[in-house]
C-alpha cells in the first residue's frame, strides 16, 4: 500500500548536463543533483561516465535512440513522486534531453505549476570543451549545425550550411559522422569550399576531456580524410582564423580599430575607444547615403540583399553623431 507520505510526494525532473564527462568538469549543482535522485536515466555511455555516483540508485539505460522513451521514463518516475536525474553530456538543452523532455511534457499536460518540478542544470557543450582544448577559436561570432539527418531533412542542414559558410561564420558541426552516415561530413566540405578558401583552418576534436582525446589540425580542403566519428566535433575557422604554435586562434577584430606596438596600443585615424567602428552602422549608413551608388551596386559590393540595401537609402540622413555617443554623452 502506498503511504500518504508517498502520496503527497512531490515529483521532481532535474534535466543534468555533464560537461564532456570528466568528473572535474562536472559543476558542483549537476553532482549535488545526481546525489539528490533517487532515479537515473540516460543513454548508456552517459551513465558510464558518472558511474561512480550512481551506486545504490535505480539506474535506467537507454540506447541512443530512444531520447523520448528516456523523457517518458523519466515522466514515470517523477509522477510516482521520485526525483529523477535526466542526464545528458555536454549541456541538456544544447543537442540533448532538455528539448524532447519538454515535448513529452507538455504533450502530457503538464505546466510550471504542476506537482512536478523541472530544472535544468547547464554543463559546458562540446563546443565549449573542444574550443578550449584547441585554443580560442570562438572569440568571434559562431554558430552550431548538426549534420545528423536522423530527425532533420538534408536540405534544411544544407541550407543551414551554406548560409553559415557565406557568412563567414566560425561553425562547430555536431553528429558529423556515424556507422551510417558518412557521407554528410563530406557534403558539409563542399558547401563550405564553395565560400571558404581551401586552407582554412580546422580542428577536429574527438572525445575532449576523455580518456580517448584525440585532437588533429587540418585545413578544410583535407577535413573529410580525417578521423571523423560520433564523438569528434569538428570547428571550421572564418576566414581570419588562423593557428600558430599549436593553437586555433579567431581574432575578435581589434586591429580594426588598434595599432599595437611593443609600447601599448593606439586607435587608429578616424576611430575613438568605446565608440562604435567609423564602418560601424551609422557610418556605413552614412556611407552609402552620399555613395551616389544605386541599390543594385552596393548590394554586390556587400553582399547584402538589394531591398535591404534600398530601403536603409530610402531613410532620411542621420545626424552625424552616432546613436552611442549620443547616449554616452547623456549619461
Same mark, same amino acid.
Given at each position: ?21 570528466s568528473n572535474e568538469h562536472l559543476t558542483y549543482r549537476a553532482r549535488a543533483a545526481i546525489a539528490e535522485a533517487d532515479t537515473i536515466i540516460g543513454y548508456v555511455t552517459y551513465i558510464r561516465l558518472v558511474a561512480d555516483l550512481v551506486e545504490g540508485k535505480e539506474v535506467i539505460k537507454k540506447s541512443m535512440t530512444e531520447e523520448l522513451d528516456r523523457a517518458i521514463e523519466a515522466l514515470d518516475r517523477a509522477r510516482q513522486g521520485k526525483k529523477v536525474a535526466l542526464v545528458s553530456s555536454g549541456d541538456a538543452g544544447v543537442y540533448g534531453m532538455a528539448g524532447p523532455t519538454f515535448e513529452v511534457l507538455f504533450q ?48 534544411? +542542414? =544544407? ?12 561553425? =562547430? ?11 554528410? $561530413? ?17 580542428? +577536429? ?9 584525440? $585532437? /588533429? ?47 601599448? =596600443?593606439?586607435?587608429? %585615424? ?15 549608413? %552614412?556611407? +552609402? ?9 552596393? %548590394? ?5 540583399? /538589394?531591398?535591404? +540595401?534600398?530601403?536603409?537609402?530610402? /531613410? ?13 554623452? /547623456? %549619461?
Amino acid at each position: 500500500m502506498t503511504s500518504p507520505e508517498t502520496q503527497t510526494k512531490k515529483g521532481k525532473i532535474m534535466l543534468v548536463g555533464l560537461g564532456p564527462g570528466s568528473n572535474e568538469h562536472l559543476t558542483y549543482r549537476a553532482r549535488a543533483a545526481i546525489a539528490e535522485a533517487d532515479t537515473i536515466i540516460g543513454y548508456v555511455t552517459y551513465i558510464r561516465l558518472v558511474a561512480d555516483l550512481v551506486e545504490g540508485k535505480e539506474v535506467i539505460k537507454k540506447s541512443m535512440t530512444e531520447e523520448l522513451d528516456r523523457a517518458i521514463e523519466a515522466l514515470d518516475r517523477a509522477r510516482q513522486g521520485k526525483k529523477v536525474a535526466l542526464v545528458s553530456s555536454g549541456d541538456a538543452g544544447v543537442y540533448g534531453m532538455a528539448g524532447p523532455t519538454f515535448e513529452v511534457l507538455f504533450q502530457a499536460g503538464w505546466t510550471p505549476d504542476s506537482d512536478i518540478e523541472v530544472e535544468i542544470i547547464p554543463g559546458a557543450s562540446a563546443l565549449n570543451t573542444c574550443a578550449a582544448l584547441v585554443g580560442a577559436p570562438l572569440t568571434h561570432d559562431f554558430c552550431a549545425i548538426s549534420l545528423s539527418d536522423l530527425l532533420t531533412p538534408w536540405p534544411v +542542414i =544544407a541550407r543551414r550550411l551554406d548560409a553559415t559558410a557565406s557568412s563567414d561564420f566560425v561553425v =562547430a558541426l555536431y553528429n558529423p559522422k556515424s556507422g551510417r552516415r558518412t557521407r554528410q $561530413i563530406v557534403e558539409a566540405q563542399r558547401l563550405f569550399l564553395r565560400h571558404r578558401r581551401p586552407d582554412t583552418p580546422v580542428a +577536429i576534436v574527438k572525445s575532449a576531456y576523455r580518456k580517448k582525446q584525440r $585532437i /588533429e589540425f587540418t585545413t578544410l580542403e583535407k577535413m573529410s580524410e580525417c578521423d571523423i566519428g560520433m564523438l569528434t566535433t569538428v570547428l571550421i575557422g572564418n576566414s581570419n582564423t588562423f593557428v600558430k604554435h599549436g593553437l586555433m586562434v579567431t581574432p575578435r577584430g581589434y586591429a580594426n580599430k588598434y595599432e599595437v606596438d611593443g609600447g601599448g =596600443a593606439s586607435t587608429k %585615424a578616424g576611430e575613438q575607444a568605446g565608440r562604435s567602428l567609423s564602418t560601424g552602422l551609422n557610418g556605413w549608413i %552614412a556611407t +552609402i547615403q552620399t555613395s551616389g551608388k544605386s541599390a543594385a551596386e552596393l %548590394a554586390r559590393e556587400y553582399r547584402l540583399p /538589394e531591398d535591404y +540595401i534600398q530601403s536603409v537609402l530610402d /531613410e532620411p540622413p542621420r545626424a552625424a553623431a552616432d546613436a552611442d555617443e549620443v547616449e554616452e554623452a /547623456e %549619461a
